[in-house]
């Protein structure tokens, strides 16, 4: 067992990676997450924002609710892909058009 600080975000980040990457895409449970990090919440915040897709989901059983991760992108920035839509699927459509809102109506509205 490891004693003394935590290491660097940037060494936390690197061990986090590390264990999504070895998964393969198999789904990581938080408690091993967690043994990389304690603010692993940040951590992956930090790897979504430089590109990584990583995936997660929650899980109740028993009335214990657990949390699962994994990487779907391992390439940063390689296809562009929305952030939100990387860890939540499409966004959702839009209940009316955007178009008749003043903001973008061109008209003037006083």
């Known amino acids: ?8 975000a940037k060494t936390q980040r690197s061990r986090i990676l590390q264990v999504l990457t070895d998964a393969h895409g198999a789904w990581i449970p938080s408690c091993e997450i967690a043994k ?5 919440n940040a951590r992956l915040f930090e790897l979504r ?4 897709c990583i995936e997660n989901r929650v899980e109740e059983v028993g009335g214990v609710r657990s949390s699962w991760y994994r990487l779907v992108q391992s ?4 296809t ?11 966004r959702p459509k839009a209940e009316h058009d955007t178009n008749d809102l003043p903001l973008f109506s061109g008209g003037d509205r006083s």
């Open 49 to 52: 924002r430089s590109g990584y």
């Open 1 to 8: 067992m490891k004693t003394g600080p935590p290491g660097s």
């Open 36 to 40: 990389q990090a304690l603010q692993y």
């Open 80 to 90: 562009g892909q929305d952030w939100y839509e990387c860890g939540h699927g499409p």
């Open 75 to 78: 390439l940063p920035g390689s």
